[in-house]
């Protein structure tokens, strides 16, 4: 019999391992989804600390429009569109461009942002603010 409010299992019994995407395992030291020792995080992948942590830009969206980093990590910026586009950090209503500013970035071009500080970074693109919105979640590291 189960009773309401109280917790069925003890809270060490709970395997956390499937709530981390990708190539993410859990560590439980830290309660968080982490990469291996070596590998740095770029989303739910695991990439070489000497590897790029890439987003796409493409006509018209930022691919993925959601990117989770640990401090320290560099993005880089791709246009695999055919348009002209930018990666202009904050909102248009808030902050334009006062972390990072890309200027036009044409087809094939490509810009990059080190992140090291913690916290939330939107980013936009200026020709199409109105539907080319993303953000970049910057994680404290080990
Ligand atoms: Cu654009």
Known sequence: ????????????????????????????????????????RCGDT???????????????????????????TTVVWTNVGTETHTVTSGTPEEEPGAVFSSGDLAPE???EVTFN??????YYCE??????RAEVVVLAAD
């Open 1 to 40: 019999m189960r009773w309401c409010g109280e917790a069925d299992e003890p809270a060490d019994d709970v395997d956390n391992t499937e709530e981390c995407a990708g190539d993410l395992s859990y560590e439980a030291s830290s309660e968080s989804c982490v990469c291996e020792a070596g590998l740095t």
């Open 109 to 111: 071009d490509s810009t």
């Open 127 to 132: 020709p199409h603010a109105e539907s080319m």
């Open 46 to 72: 695991c990439v070489d600390t000497e590897e790029v942590c890439a987003v796409a830009i493409d006509d018209f969206a930022f691919s993925p429009a959601s990117l989770t980093v640990v401090e320290g």
């Open 117 to 122: 500080d913690v916290g939330a970074f939107p």
